[in-house]
């Protein structure tokens, strides 16, 4: 056998070994979730699983087929860290003040993104959208709730071909219909109206929300064509 053969022989075996590694990550942090886990370790390492996955090549791909997404790609444009305290100063309607309002009272950390590796296409997606997550929460209208976040998931699916959504949603419709199938009517529409919402909407990915922190909230959702949820 030709020493080149060889190698790439090796090469292959390694590339399944990771792949294989990969889908072990994948199926330890879904059947967590599904057994009821509830902290962010589960979801966190089911995104960093997914990242070095085709899918999330080409959940990248299809962003940038959006001029201004693909910008922000190519920049890798990170935002300076979200200062809460200061966001409280701009005005009651405004986007800013509104968003560190929520975060406060919910007691959400605004960083959980700065920790990631940005070294691909795929990684600037997932720390962009790690750092601008509680935003589109707010945009959208959706809430906090485990229904409210499926939701949000499911806005993502026509504006790109996220991987993590799909398996959240695929997660939260086996857990609800094995567990709490009364939950099952509402969290569908939730989904529905994620689905509506996400393919009337211009892209939120897009969009340097911190370049316009005073920008009132209703002004931001009537550009974006967001009819929010109430």
């Known amino acids: 056998m030709k020493l080149l053969d060889l190698l790439k022989q090796l090469s292959d075996a390694e590339i399944q070994h990771q ?24 979801v966190g390492e089911l995104s960093a699983a997914l990242i070095e996955t085709p899918a999330f090549d080409l959940a990248a791909k299809s962003l940038k087929s959006d001029p201004e997404a693909a910008a922000l790609i190519r920049e890798r444009y990170m935002a300076p860290p979200h200062d809460l305290d200061k966001l409280l100063h701009y005005p009651d309607a405004s986007l800013g003040h509104i ?9 959400f950390d605004p960083d959980l993104y700065s920790h990631m590796t940005i070294d691909s296409d795929g990684s600037y997606v997932e720390a962009r959208l790690g750092q601008t997550h509680d935003i589109w929460h707010i945009i959208t209208g959706f809430n906090v709730s485990s229904i409210g976040e499926i939701g949000l998931q499911a806005f993502h699916l026509p504006q790109f071909p996220y991987p993590l959504a799909t398996m959240l949603i695929a997660n939260a419709l086996i857990s609800s219909t094995l567990l709490a199938p009364h939950e099952l009517p509402k969290l569908t529409q939730a ?5 509506e919402m996400g ?17 009132p909230l209703s002004q931001w959702q009537v550009e974006l064509n ?5």
């Open 199 to 215: 393919r009337m909407a211009k892209s939120l990915f897009a969009q340097k929300w911190e370049e316009n922190w005073d920008k």
């Open 226 to 230: 967001i009819r929010p949820i109430c």
């Open 19 to 42: 792949i294989h590694f990969q889908m072990l990550i994948i199926l330890k942090s879904f059947t967590a979730m599904l057994a009821g886990e509830e902290s962010l370790q589960s």
């Open 191 to 195: 989904i529905a109206q994620g689905l």
């Open 99 to 107: 968003y560190a309002t929520r975060m406060k009272q919910q007691s």
